[in-house]
């Protein structure tokens, strides 16, 4: 638990469970089990209801409510506030950061918010909805649209990739950054095996993964 509090601490913005648990992975503290995710569920929980660990993002959950003002004038303030141009306005490109985990969403718009690029979370197979929203804002903007993705390196996180550039578009240009069978050797990140209940690990297999092998 000492460890799992340091890591979160050292980020700027929250992070999930499910993330604490895979960097606490890859630094050998804990094995990559199910039963072992569930054990630091249960051990983080009390200690977070305490006050005694970090708050953990959730964005599975919420509450909602509408949003009001005081007064017309907190009104005013809030929207001049909330008021900036388009970063990217004159550039040549558009450029579109995509990621399969909604929990590294609040990361990325950490690190490229004030780039003003655009940033979206696929959440695994992405929806139709999703895939509307992004061919629209391609069209809308009109300028040649990059694609830049970050994924799992498994049968469906390539599948996933696969499935997004199929459905979305046009694209001037696309690039998998993350995760390469390179970059797991470069930094020696630990590889587990494939998930036992997914259907993919008996189904073509060599050409989900050919091209990053």
């Known amino acids: 638990m000492a460890r799992a509090k340091e890591i979160v601490e050292s980020f700027d913005t929250p992070i999930t469970l499910r993330r604490l648990f895979y960097l606490l992975v890859s630094e050998g503290v804990v094995e990559n089990k199910?039963?072992?995710?569930?054990?630091?569920?249960?051990?983080?929980?009390?200690?977070?209801?305490?006050?005694?660990?970090?708050?953990?993002?959730?964005?599975t959950r919420d509450i909602y409510q509408e949003a009001s003002w005081?007064?017309?004038?907190?009104?005013?303030?809030?929207?001049?506030?909330?008021?900036?141009?388009?970063?990217?306005?004159?550039?040549?490109?558009?450029?579109?950061?995509?990621?399969?985990?909604?929990?590294?969403?609040?990361?990325?718009?950490?690190?490229?918010?004030?780039?003003?690029?655009?940033?979206?979370?696929?959440?695994?197979?992405?929806?139709?909805?999703?895939?509307?929203?992004?061919?629209?804002?391609?069209?809308?903007?009109?300028?040649?649209?990059?694609?830049?993705?970050g994924g799992d390196l498994d049968p469906s996180g390539v599948d996933i990739y696969r499935n997004l550039l199929r459905y979305t578009g046009p694209w001037i240009d696309t690039e998998r950054v993350a995760i390469t069978w390179e970059q797991t050797e470069e930094n020696g990140i630990p590889r587990s095996p494939f998930a036992k209940n997914d259907s993919r690990n008996t189904k073509n297999i060599q050409e989900l993964l050919q091209p990053f092998c």
């Open 34 to 59: 199910a039963k072992v995710y569930g054990r630091l569920s249960e051990l983080t929980a009390p200690l977070r209801r305490s006050g005694d660990f970090p708050e953990l993002l959730d964005l």
């Open 70 to 149: 005081a007064s017309p004038g907190d009104l005013l303030t809030a929207a001049a506030n909330q008021y900036r141009r388009d970063r990217t306005e004159g550039q040549e490109y558009n450029i579109f950061i995509g990621v399969e985990k909604n929990g590294l969403l609040p990361t990325l718009q950490d690190w490229f918010d004030d780039y003003g690029v655009i940033v979206f979370p696929v959440g695994g197979y992405e929806s139709v909805s999703l895939e509307s929203d992004i061919n629209e804002a391609i069209r809308a903007d009109g300028r040649p649209a990059v694609l830049l993705y």
